[in-house]
């Protein structure tokens, strides 16, 4: 079985910055890739941010270039996501994942991030 804990979620001011995190634990071993999507209720969800962690390969939604990094520390299993210039238009549910080699994706439950005043 697979544990996810995340953090890092919470009410930001447009222009501020955010730093998520996903730590994976238990049954998951040789993860390959590593991401971030987001969602916006009655909308589907968006990939935000990619990465390969055999090469350290990324790819990011054109939204987001410039703006955010997605980094690891492969000892610990754990993803980051850092948010600068945050906008109203950044706000959704943000979910991290974990792919195994040859094994399905294990998912964070979401954590909102929310721009506002």
């Known amino acids: 079985q697979v544990q996810i804990m995340e953090s890092g979620g919470g009410l930001v001011q447009p222009g501020g910055s955010l730093t998520l995190s996903c730590a994976a634990s238990?049954?998951?071993?040789?993860?390959?890739?590593v991401g971030w999507y987001r969602q916006v209720p009655g909308t589907e969800r968006e990939l935000v941010a990619v990465m390969s962690t055999n090469n350290g390969g990324t790819t990011y939604a054109d939204s987001v270039k410039g703006r955010f990094t997605i980094s690891t520390d492969n000892v610990k299993n754990t993803v980051y996501l850092r948010m600068n210039g945050l906008q109203p238009q950044d706000t959704a549910v943000y979910y991290c994942f974990f792919t195994p080699q040859n094994s399905r994706a294990s998912w964070g439950q979401g954590m909102q991030v929310t721009v506002s005043l």
């Open positions: 238990g049954s998951i071993f040789n993860i390959r890739v």
